[in-house]
């Protein structure tokens, strides 16, 4: 059983490029959440998606965007990457029953560094 | 808004030894779910112990407790005969039940089992 797949593993941007990670979720699951961890600190929760809609979002500005495509799978999009942006980007899974949450799976992360 | 806060940065234990981590959490909500996740050098989060709030009865998962102290909104982990591998950051989180999906994490706590 195929837990959480994020790609790239590593990625070195300039600032104001653009880039975009992906994530596919554990088999099962039909939710995927997307958080930011800068080094030394716990993951900020950026986005949610559920149904291939953004169901919720956190204080990220409007340079985070991201997509589920029919098959579960998403896509985190920043523009005009900032030195900030620099951070771990974890994916993570879920699937809800009724209305109990089991928690994540998380994925490794891409670690993205912008100079 | 819910805050997570974890007040040791750092601890050590030795090999099969105990050792308990704190959290403490803020929130006007009566149901939730609480979460430890273990981070390993490897960066992949994984999902330790789970409560859900309006349980009494504190979680178990073989060497890993709980301790839910729902009205002084404590929530530790015990971790019982330590093992090299127990070596990571931890880190406590919250979501709330009626808003699925998103939680609210500590800055973690480095624990380092000793030999």
């Known amino acids: 059983d195929a837990g959480v797949t994020q790609s790239p593993t590593h990625l070195i941007k300039t600032r104001g490029q653009q880039v975009t990670l992906r994530c596919s979720p554990k088999s099962g699951h039909d939710t995927v959440s997307w958080y930011q961890q800068a080094l030394g600190q716990g993951p900020q929760f950026i986005f949610q998606y559920y149904e291939e809609e953004e169901r919720q979002r956190g204080n990220f500005p409007d340079r985070f965007s991201g997509h589920q495509f029919p098959n579960y799978s998403s896509e985190l999009n920043v523009n005009a990457l900032l030195l900030g942006d620099s951070a771990l980007y974890l994916c993570?899974?879920?699937?809800?029953?009724?209305?109990?949450?089991?928690?994540?799976?998380f994925g490794s992360g891409t670690r993205l560094t912008v100079v | 808004a819910q805050t997570v806060t974890q007040s040791q940065p750092e601890m050590s234990v030795q090999e099969a030894e105990t050792v308990t981590l704190s959290c403490t959490y803020d929130?006007?909500?009566?149901?939730?779910?609480l979460f430890w996740y273990k981070q390993p050098p490897s960066r992949q989060m994984i999902l330790v112990i789970r409560?859900?709030?309006?349980?009494?009865q504190n979680a178990t998962e073989n060497r890993f407790s709980v301790n839910f102290q729902k009205a002084a909104k404590s929530f530790s982990l015990k971790i019982s005969d330590s093992q090299l591998g127990d070596t990571a950051m931890y880190f406590c989180?919250?979501?709330?039940?009626?808003?699925?999906?998103?939680?609210?994490f500590g800055d973690g706590t480095t624990l380092t089992v000793k030999p």
């Open positions: 929130t006007s909500e009566s149901n939730y779910y």
């Open positions: 993570a899974s879920s699937l809800e029953v009724g209305s109990i949450n089991y928690g994540y799976t």
């Open positions: 409560q859900e709030a309006y349980k009494q």
């Open positions: 989180a919250f979501m709330k039940h009626t808003n699925a999906g998103k939680s609210t």
